[in-house]
């Protein structure tokens, strides 16, 4: 009789086991399963950490941010390799892309060098920016919805306090673990490179001021813009290199404020009508107008790609930390500056496809 109640006692005990791990396993597949309110979608989860990076104590995670659109994917893998090969620190990748470029992406990471990195690849939904930006008909292939990715930081690494974001036309040549480590003043939520740094910054926009001031992103004949009392010469702050404290954007509920703006110019264009630079410059120029930190010039050394001459030493551009070729004229273009720079970091496609786009815009450049 005792071993028949023992028994019976033992298969009650694994039917329960058995139902609550179903019932894990259900719970477990729906949230990996269901996409954020956003779109923005987890597909390749993070490995563990080296155990060179326990081992010496450095197992604190830096998150770095970055997008990777389908035809500028080579430059996201380099920059990328710069970081990686630059570092002894726990950094990990949250790379935004779009959901046709998932697979060549993957791809690309499994097959090099970099399989050992540790990242995390996001599909950013591009519905989320529906009545937010104009979009011309005739223009539909020129919008660039992964440019407004940092519009979202804290939906993309929902529990980190501090990240950094990264432009896809960067190489850093130091260990990124510095330009984290940048102090941010009491309620700042990010820090920026200021264009006034150096005259070297200055860019000159017919008809638009100058492209290191307010008013060559922002059209001051605006009311909206006039009532926001922010001085017209006030110096603009580059936008592709920043740190951001997160606890303090959630306090600040910065995303909610940058797309206030981009709704609002839908309605009232109030970006200058010769918009100097990117249209994501101008709802961050507001909502962070003389609040924000500076990070290190030497951690955005920009503007190589505003033109096919040099305008830096090679002395400079080697003590640089962080080059940026922000401009028409990219690294993986024949007529780019400092191109050769580049191309120590850059890792063959695997598949073919970037290569190909590579070559056909040194054909269209040289024509």
């Known amino acids: 009789v005792n071993i028949s109640i023992l028994i019976v006692a033992v298969v009650i005990f694994l039917l329960v086991i058995h139902h609550n791990f179903i019932s894990l396993s259900d719970f477990l597949r729906r949230e990996l399963s269901d996409p954020s309110p956003l779109g923005l979608q987890p597909i390749d989860f993070i490995p563990a950490a080296p155990q060179r990076l326990t081992d010496e104590g450095n197992d604190k995670e830096i998150s770095v941010v970055i997008a990777a659109s389908d035809e500028r994917l080579g430059g996201a893998i380099a920059a990328m390799n710069s970081i990686y090969q630059h570092t002894r620190s726990n950094v990990v990748f949250h790379i935004v892309t779009l959901n046709d470029t998932v697979d060549h ?3 690309w990471l499994r097959s090099t060098s970099l399989k050992n990195m540790r990242y995390r690849i996001l599909d950013f939904d591009p519905h989320v920016l529906e009545g937010k930006v104009q979009v011309d008909p005739q223009k539909a292939d020129t919008f660039k919805p992964l440019t407004f990715a940092r519009f979202y930081l804290p939906n993309l690494v929902p529990h980190a306090e501090k990240v950094i974001y990264v432009d896809d036309d960067v190489i850093v040549q130091d260990d990124i673990v510095e330009l984290y480590n940048t102090p941010l003043k009491p309620g700042h939520a990010a820090a920026f490179s200021d264009d006034c740094d150096s005259t070297s910054s200055k860019v000159a926009v017919r008809g638009a001021g100058n492209q290191y001031n307010y008013i060559g992103f922002l059209d001051y004949k605006k009311e909206t813009i006039r009532k926001l009392a922010m001085k017209a010469n006030t110096c603009s ?12 954007w959630k306090l600040q509920n910065i995303t909610k404020q940058l797309e206030k703006w981009m709704a609002l110019n839908v309605v ?6 010769t918009l100097a630079g990117s249209v994501t410059t101008p709802p961050l120029l507001i909502v962070f107008y003389k609040q924000h930190s500076s990070i290190d010039p030497m951690w955005n050394v920009r503007h190589l790609g505003s033109s096919a001459g040099k305008r830096y030493s090679p002395q400079f551009v080697k003590a640089a930390k962080l080059l940026h070729w922000n401009g028409h004229f990219k690294p993986w273009g024949r007529t780019a500056s400092y191109a050769e720079v580049w ?3 850059y890792i063959p496609d695997p598949t073919g496809k970037f290569n190909l786009i590579r070559r056909h815009s040194e054909a269209y450049e040289a024509k």
């Open 237 to 248: 702050f580059n936008p592709g290199v920043f740190v951001a404290n997160l606890t303090e």
């Open 268 to 273: 009232e264009e109030l970006y200058s009508k």
């Open 343 to 345: 191309e120590k970091w």
């Open 105 to 107: 992406l993957r791809m």
